[in-house]
């Protein structure tokens, strides 16, 4: 903090650095123009052979960090292990937008509810929507027209796109009166009567979402419009007319994928991606529809990271594939009723895992004890490799599916005395040793990675993180006294960043009472805010490297 001369009569400021991590969580179906079947906050259409994968509008990026080895000495690997018990113990706050439209968007007081009071309709009713293209980013209008309504849907289609009725009625009938109750069987109820106050819940079939996606949820839309200024108020989701034809198989399992995000919103909001969208292919799955092949993307090369996915066009699909089979096999395994506790379990990710196999105590054949995630992990391993059901009462295989046979990594028909490699964190590398005899094998490996793509801080020995999450707000919080200050104040520090662009913001903001915020402008802060999630001048994208910030407290 620099400061030289006069400062208004402000006692104590409180400087807050917020974090907010998808205000509004984009559940997106891309879309393979070339295509055999199925999809998936990401359904994509894919080919089980060679294809190029082209969807967008990923869920929030996380860094990927090269698993290289880590030398540190024992008071720092000490160091390093205290590191990572206090952020496993740590819970990043759940975002709630309309606490932070009040204390960051100056809105206090907005409603959850907005009831329609137009509801219920009939066939041939006229709405406008607001809508999202996944390859710009934009926001837009659509003019549509009501043209099924169901026990629990209503079905809107954009005034201009021809459809075929029977298409349509054979469509929305079936998933009206199978897909929705058997994902509410499943995963659980959606938020009913919801934000709008109506049972029924919205499809909407528009153009221009983008040029790969098949359809998406946008948890923007359980808002109320003063929350965010592209929320429809309705529970829905959307379907690319332009992508996906609705007399084609594929749409199905696309609806039940979508529907599925918007049960898991509601149901565990923050949940991880890599779990939140394994469970949006599981729902196609135990539908009965073809998940597309994701899996064959994924047994080509099984190291990559299951629960760290990459936030480039492009890199996912075998990430859909990992998640897909690792949800199926926990399903295998242990049965509709841990399977449901896990879609709606407070915590996330590995962590859920964890407090499932010991609140039903789930025990590992192998040791006797309550079973772990990482031990549950291994299994999981060894069975896309063996996938044999006469192995220990079927536990190194699948039942409800037949996954493709992975491919190993390498193989060695003279064993030499050492091999030496690489593999992520919760990656797998296959390695078959042909050469005869007998032998015994040792594994050396490294206790630590890096958490991110630095090692140092900026300066001195220690740096603030934000830790990462999905539809959170991470903040930090700090006093200052600048009753005694006069002249011009600064807070000077440095930061470092990397927050999906045009939809995750970083703020700094103060206070003088703890209540009422005020987001202040920095260096690098921007006004652009076209998906509605920002709250003022805030930090987005990637800050490349350790930057200098500077804010004027005067």
């Avoid at 496993?88 to 007081?109: A, C, Q, S, T």
């Amino acid at each position: 903090m620099n400061s030289n001369k006069s400062l208004p009569i402000i006692a104590i400021v409180l400087i807050a650095l917020f974090l907010c991590l998808c205000c509004l969580c984009l559940a997106a179906a891309g879309v393979f123009i070339s295509r055999v079947s199925t999809n998936v906050e990401q359904s994509d259409f894919t080919m089980p052979e060679p294809w190029t994968e082209t969807w967008s509008s990923e869920p929030t990026p996380e860094v990927t960090i090269d698993p290289g080895t880590i030398n540190l000495e024992p008071d720092q690997l000490d160091q390093a292990h205290e590191t990572l018990r206090v952020l496993n113990e740590n819970i990043v706050p759940i975002n709630d937008p309309i606490d932070l439209v009040g204390r960051l968007g100056g809105k206090p007081g907005v409603p959850e509810v907005l009831t329609d009071e137009s509801a219920p309709y009939n066939v041939g009713a006229q709405k406008d929507f607001w809508a999202s293209n996944t390859d710009t980013n934009e926001n837009f209008k659509v003019n549509a027209t009501l043209q099924y309504v169901g026990d629990n849907i209503y079905f809107w289609i954009e005034d201009g796109v021809e459809f075929n009725q029977s298409d349509l009625d054979r469509l929305a009938s079936t998933f009206d009166q199978e897909i929705i109750p058997t994902n509410r069987e499943f995963f659980g109820q959606e938020w009913n009567p919801g934000v709008d106050g109506d049972s029924r819940f919205y499809v909407l079939y528009a153009g221009g979402l983008g040029n790969s996606l098949a359809g998406y949820f946008s948890s923007a839309d359980e808002l109320h419009p003063d929350a965010h200024p592209f929320s429809n108020a309705h529970e829905m989701f959307l379907l690319s007319s332009d992508n996906v034809p609705l007399n084609d198989s594929y749409i199905y399992g696309t609806m039940a994928h979508e529907f599925q995000h918007m049960i898991h919103w509601y149901q565990d909001k923050n949940e991880e991606s890599w779990v939140n969208e394994g469970f949006s292919m599981l729902a196609e799955h135990v539908n009965g529809f073809d998940t597309g092949g994701f899996d064959w993307e994924y047994m080509r090369n099984a190291d990559m990271q299951l629960n760290d996915w990459g936030g480039d066009v492009g890199e996912n699909g075998p990430h859909y594939g990992a998640s897909f089979l690792f949800m199926v096999y926990f399903l295998d395994r242990f049965g509709e009723d841990a399977t449901k506790a896990f879609v709606s379990h407070d915590e996330n990710g590995f962590a859920s895992l964890d407090a499932i196999f010991t609140e039903l105590g789930i025990q590992n054949p192998t040791t006797g004890k309550v079973y772990t995630g990482n031990e549950f992990f291994a299994d999981w391993a060894v069975a896309n490799m063996l996938q044999d059901t006469g192995i220990e009462n079927k536990r190194y295989d699948y039942i409800t599916y037949s996954p493709y046979s992975i491919d190993n990594d390498k193989t060695y028909y003279e064993c030499p005395s050492a091999i030496t490699g690489d593999v992520y964190q919760y990656g797998v590398d296959y390695i078959t040793l042909a050469c005869p005899g007998t032998y015994s094998l040792e594994f050396t490996g490294s206790e630590v990675v890096s958490l991110l793509p630095f090692t140092d801080p900026s300066s001195g020995e220690y740096f603030f993180w934000s830790n990462l999450g999905d539809e959170s707000n991470m903040r930090l919080t700090r006093e200052f006294d600048l009753s005694q200050v006069s002249g011009h104040a600064e807070l000077r520090f440095n930061t470092w960043y990397d927050l999906e662009e045009d939809y995750d913001y970083a703020y700094i903001s103060a206070s003088v009472d703890g209540t009422n915020w005020e987001i202040l402008d920095s260096q690098n802060c921007t006004n652009l805010n076209p998906s509605g999630n920002s709250y003022g001048c805030g930090w987005n994208g990637l800050s490349d490297g350790w930057i200098d910030e500077v804010v004027d407290l005067s």
